[in-house]
């Protein structure tokens, strides 16, 4: 099979081909003029290698080509857009500014405040059913996470399954928005099954975050 074939070298031409490709834009068919970041590269290889994992395991290949010093030294270094050991963050005078922007829709402005006063994973927030969010006791329980691509899965350590305290703040604002625009979107109201952040056919999604708080800090007039 082609699979079989598979040898270190073609593997490491791929990492220098990524190392070279440009990102594009999202909606956009222009290219950006940033090439795709370390840790995008990292991820994409660690992906190719955990199914090369599977497929030794599944004898399809002999050894993981993708486990190899060759192609290890064509990954570039463990580090984000930003620098190496530097925290992208959000003041909290800007956090203030973002929140009481109108510009900003209020299902992401909630998201934000229960983001910033919680500490929950952005996967988190969007796996959360009405039932997890107790409004009266003021708790939020985490189970699940959302992936990506939509599906459910377990929190990524066993910690992760916890009860936290809901600040007054977000407890003030998820009652308003369950009971006001949420009903607005989805057309009903809100069940114990239900997604606390719905898209319009009041099912669970995870919405493109990073890229949407970027364009909101910007209507915000923060950085």
Known sequence: SRLSELRPKAVSDFVVALRAKQARTGGSNKLASRKL?????????????DALDDAVG????????????????ELPPAETRAGENVIIHV?????????????????????????????????????????????????VSVSKQLALRGDDTKPKTKHAHRTLPLHSLAGRALRAWK???????VG????????????????????????????????????
Request: hydrophobic share 35%.
């Open 37 to 49: 970041s370390n840790h995008t590269i990292r991820n994409i290889v660690a992906t190719l290698r």
């Open 58 to 73: 599944e004898d399809l290949v002999p050894s993981n080509p993708a486990r190899t010093p060759l192609v290890s030294a």
């Open 179 to 185: 009971g006001g625009t949420w009903v607005l979107l």
């Open 91 to 139: 003041s909290r005078r800007d956090a203030e500014r973002l929140l009481n922007c109108e510009a900003v829709p209020e299902e992401r402005r909630v998201r934000y405040l229960l983001a910033f006063t919680s500490g929950l994973r952005d996967g988190e927030i969007a796996g959360l059913d009405w039932a997890d969010v107790d409004l009266d006791a003021g708790t």
């Open 188 to 223: 009903r109201h809100a069940r114990t099954t239900d997604a606390v952040f719905p898209n319009e056919e009041g099912e669970h999604y995870r919405p493109r975050s990073a890229d949407l708080i970027r364009d909101d800090l910007a209507a915000a007039g923060c950085p």
